[in-house]
């Protein structure tokens, strides 16, 4: 049984760098301790010859224009790239628009695109409806294919493998740095959707090329944020992902960045807290006599568990469940009704728990490898994990029998 302090550990270890980021420097005049947030589109100068200077340091994290964003998404842009052990960060106006983003970057007419199965949703109806319409090739690799397998899937075009790791919804955990690896080998980079891992897995230690953030999700954490990062760790891809960002428009909006950085003080103890919570649920939910598997990667039958002991500093608060075969979708839909602390709704990452059906809505090209029982999603917040317990317990003993 995994120990409960084996989730929390890099949650508490990211403290002080969560304490100390962004903060403005002290200085004879006084200064506030937050970094106000900036509002503005137009940026004044006493000169045009000033003016142009500031044309031409678009790479630098600094602004001529409002929408080449403002001095706290700066900030937080540094930020976001210390976390997560990168040199350069984008922040964009949402977590898809942090998946897209760099898609339109590195690919062209002609390219292939390699995603893994388990890909967040909208970022696969990206791919298939726009990408497709652009002339980009698209096709998937099973999420736990070994090397000889997922080098069977490799195009002498293929710009970029897109992983995800944990998957949305079904949590198989990722050999990353053999997709690495692989995607090296054939000339690709490797693209990571880390929301699930933000702080507690370090992307390009592992090999990643482009690390991708909803920060949405943990970082805001109070459900009252659409943010998103994109975070390199060289030049060349810094200049390309700059180059899509201003080309296309894409800046986040300097209240959102505040709110973002705000919460980022907490994230530390927030989701120690809550990934506490969330195993303890999880091991608790695994022997009750409804459910037939819990997918959460710290538990040992989670698809790729070692490579979460491997890779991994933590643990998040969201993961899945599967009913026993003979539930219907219709009693697990009542049963998630009959919930009085979760909230039904989307997102997860925030201070709130949360329920979602995982299954019906999740295209596929490869069998999941989670079993054929109606599935769930839970997103545990800061509530009293005894509270949890005791309304799931209600909620599925009010489950009819399984036929
Ligand atoms: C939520 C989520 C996104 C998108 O984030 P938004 O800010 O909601 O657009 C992308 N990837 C993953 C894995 C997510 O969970």
């Known amino acids: ?23 403005p420097a002290p200085s004879e005049d006084g200064v506030f301790v937050n970094m106000p947030a900036t509002r503005g589109s137009t ?10 200077r500031k044309g031409h340091q678009r790479y630098d994290h600094t602004s001529g224009y409002g929408a080449m964003g403002s001095p706290i998404q700066h900030e937080l842009e540094k930020v976001i790239a210390t976390v997560e052990g990168g040199t350069d960060c984008q922040l964009v106006g949402s977590g898809l628009a942090a998946c897209t983003l760099p898609l339109l970057a590195f690919l062209g007419a002609g390219d292939h695109c390699l995603f893994s199965d388990n890909v967040y949703g909208p970022t696969r109806r990206f791919a298939e409806t726009m990408l497709k319409r652009f002339g980009v090739e698209i ?18 075009n293929t710009k970029v493998v897109f992983a995800e790791s944990p998957g949305s919804h ?35 230690r592992h090999g990643v090329d482009v690390s991708i953030q909803a920060l949405t999700k943990y970082p805001a954490g109070h459900s009252d944020v659409i943010a998103g990062a994109v975070t390199v760790a060289e030049a060349q891809s810094w200049h390309l992902l700059r180059d899509a960002a201003i080309q296309t428009g894409q800046v986040c909006g300097p209240d959102e960045c505040w709110l973002t950085l705000r919460g980022l003080r907490t994230m530390g103890v927030r989701l120690a807290q809550q990934a506490r919570s969330a195993l303890l649920i999880a091991q608790w939910l695994k022997d009750q006599p409804q459910v037939m598997r819990v997918l959460h990667p710290a538990l040992p039958d989670c698809p790729g568990h070692a490579l979460w002991q491997r890779d991994f500093s933590g643990a998040g608060c969201l993961f899945g469940v599967v009913l026993k075969p003979g539930y219907t979708q219709q009693a697990m839909e009542t049963m998630i009704e009959s919930l009085h602390h979760f909230g039904i709704g989307a997102s997860w990452g925030g201070y709130e728990s949360l329920v979602l ?19 769930l999603r839970l997103q545990i917040g800061l509530e009293n994990t005894d509270d949890l317990i005791a309304d799931l317990k209600q909620a599925l003993a009010n489950l009819p029998d399984a036929a």
């Open 170 to 204: 079904t949590f198989e955990v990722q050999d990353v740095p053999m997709l690495a690896d692989v995607a090296h080998e054939h000339g690709a980079r490797l693209f990571l959707d880390n929301t699930w891992g933000f702080g507690i897995f370090a992307p390009f």
């Open 139 to 156: 096709s998937y690799f099973p999420p736990m294919a070994d090397r000889a397998t997922l080098a069977s899937f490799m195009r002498p």
């Open 1 to 23: 049984m995994t120990d409960p302090r084996k989730v929390a550990e890099g949650w508490q270890r990211l403290g002080t760098v969560l304490s100390s980021a962004g903060r």
């Open 43 to 52: 940026v004044l100068f006493p000169t045009l010859d000033a003016m142009n």
């Open 357 to 375: 059906p995982s299954t019906g809505s999740i295209a596929r090209s490869f069998p999941a490898p989670v079993g054929q029982g109606p599935g």
